[in-house]
């Protein structure tokens, strides 16, 4: 037997009903309508960043190499790098400290 909140959830969640409509005739709060509405939206969404089947997963090592090659080329920044390859941007800053002297070298060339 479905509960109030979750005949509320159906409501609201075929477009049947508005959150507050649906509130109100199942006779639950609007708001504790909307937060278990957003709970239930985000255990059903991937999180952001996640593998998923479609997309094979890169072994840690060889994209953390691969992100730190394409830093050390000049064709990329560390955040774009750490976007591109999966990686947080912390670590390969961490990670990066090697490439240190080139970053100094390349803004003494543009400003110094």
């Not at 709060?29 to 952001?48: D, G, I, M, N, V």
């Not at 830093?71 to 790098?81: E, H, I, Q």
Request: proline share 5%.
């Amino acid at each position: 037997m479905e509960t109030p909140m979750e005949a509320a959830y159906n409501d609201v969640l075929h477009g049947t009903l508005s959150f507050r409509k649906a509130a109100v005739k199942h006779s639950v709060s609007h708001s504790t309508l909307r937060r278990y509405f957003q709970k239930k939206a985000a255990e059903a969404a991937p999180r952001p960043g996640a593998a998923t089947d479609k997309e094979p997963k890169m072994d840690p090592k060889q994209a953390m190499q691969e992100a730190m090659d394409a830093v050390r080329n000049g064709g990329r920044s560390l955040r774009k790098a750490a976007k591109e390859y999966g990686i947080t941007y912390s670590t390969l800053r961490f990670v990066g400290l090697a490439l240190w002297p080139l970053c100094v070298e390349r803004w003494f060339y543009l400003f110094g």
